[in-house]
């Protein structure tokens, strides 16, 4: 298990650019599959995208964040990142960084408190 902590929040104008941070714990974070989520208010949280434990070479995205979002990941400082270009307004939520079953995208373990992201139209 590792623990996560997020990070890089905050409030854009639409069209502006994020980037997210998750700190893992633990010297075995290499060896999980790494995924963040969001979760708006008075919706169900909901995958974003993800990426594979050896070395990142393998991620996947949420149809709506493809091309916009990209996951990557630095095994030497237990991170994993989101960068978020062209934001939209429907892009705000609380972002989360979880440990993830790929092929299925589930996530496993604990959740880390999250980090907002707010876009103003």
């Known amino acids: 298990q590792v623990q996560l902590v997020e990070s890089g929040g905050g409030l854009v104008q639409a069209g502006g650019s994020l980037r997210l941070s998750c700190a893992a714990s633990g010297r075995t974070f290499s060896i999980y599959n790494m995924g963040w989520f969001r979760q708006a208010p008075g919706k169900e949280r909901e995958f974003v995208a993800a990426v594979s434990w050896s070395g990142g070479s393998t991620t996947y995205y949420a149809d709506s964040v493809k091309g916009r979002f990209t996951i990557s990941r630095d095994n030497a400082k237990n991170t994993v990142y989101l960068q978020m270009n062209s934001l939209k307004p429907e892009d705000t939520a609380v972002y989360y960084c979880?440990?993830?079953?790929?092929?299925?995208?589930?996530?496993?373990?604990?959740w880390g408190p999250g980090t907002q992201v707010t876009v103003s139209s």
């Open positions: 979880a440990t993830v079953r790929i092929p299925t995208l589930a996530p496993f373990g604990s």
